[in-house]
Every structure is written in C-alpha cells, then in structure tokens.
C-alpha cells in the first residue's frame, strides 16, 4: 500500500491523506481530511490536521500538539499535546500498542534518540528562553542532567 496527500488547489498547505492498495489498484481510500502534514511509519501513517489534532491512520492520538517524531523502530510516535504558547510548554506523550501513555508535563522540546530512549527540556524559564535537558528511557520521567539548553537539534 501507498500513502499519499492529495491537494485540492496547487499550492494549497492542506490536503486529503489518501491511501492507495498497489496489489489491485482499485482506487484510493480517503484515510483523513484537512492535514498539513504526514509521515509513513512501519504500515500506518502519522499525519498532523490543520487544527493540530495528530492521527494514526484515523484515528486522533494527540491535541494541540506541537511537535511530534516517530522513532526508528516504526512503533511508536512521541508528542507534545495541550501546548500552552504562553508557557511554551506541553505534555509529553508516547503512543505505542494502540495506547497513548503520559511520560510528563512541562516540556517545551525532545527528540527521540533511539527506539527506547529520548531528551527533553523541562523546567523551561520562558523570560531565560532555557530548561533543564532531561534524558528518559521508556515512558518513565527523565533524569535531570546538569546541562540549560534552548533548544535541541534532531539530525
């Protein structure tokens, strides 16, 4: 099978995530309207809604979400949902086996270091633009490090 967006007008910024059974070519099955974004992980698709609702396939997993990242193992999506602009802060989310699992709140950024392992910024002092870098494994909270970072860069 294929995913694919389908824009209605060139140049628009949102789409019809559609997917295409490549066995037969039967014609394609409108999975979600109204996404911004997306990416295939393992057999599904993550996509991302224009009022930042976060979907598996079609089902929703996240809400105001402001950032999201698959992890290597195609499994699993982590996420920052119910994103507050003034704190610059959200909760971390981790969905895995069809369940959505609260890893902690307060976290402005994270990226997802390996299958089982990612960083985060919590205690983010929005005045200082800086938190503490926190590393967790599983869905377990992090262990402080001693380190105040803006930002972290996924490569």
């Known amino acids: 099978k294929m995913y694919f967006m389908d824009t209605e007008k060139e140049k628009s910024e949102s789409g019809v995530l559609k997917l295409l059974n490549l066995s037969d070519l039967s014609g394609c099955e409108t999975v979600i309207k109204s996404i911004e974004d997306f990416e295939v992980m393992g057999n599904n698709a993550v996509s991302i809604a224009l009022n930042d609702d976060l979907f598996l396939n079609n089902e929703k997993i996240g809400q105001n979400v402001q ?76 262990r402080a490090t001693d380190v105040m970072v803006q930002s972290i860069i996924r490569y």
């Open 67 to 142: 950032s999201y990242q698959t992890a290597e193992d195609g499994k699993s999506v982590v996420f920052i949902d119910n994103f507050n602009v003034v704190d610059n802060v959200g909760r971390l989310q981790v969905y895995k086996n069809g369940e959505v699992d609260n890893i902690t709140e307060g976290v402005h950024d994270f990226a997802v270091i390996s299958e089982n392992t990612l960083a985060y910024i919590g205690n983010f002092n929005k005045a200082e633009g800086r938190g503490t870098l926190y590393i967790a494994s599983g869905i377990k909270s992090g």
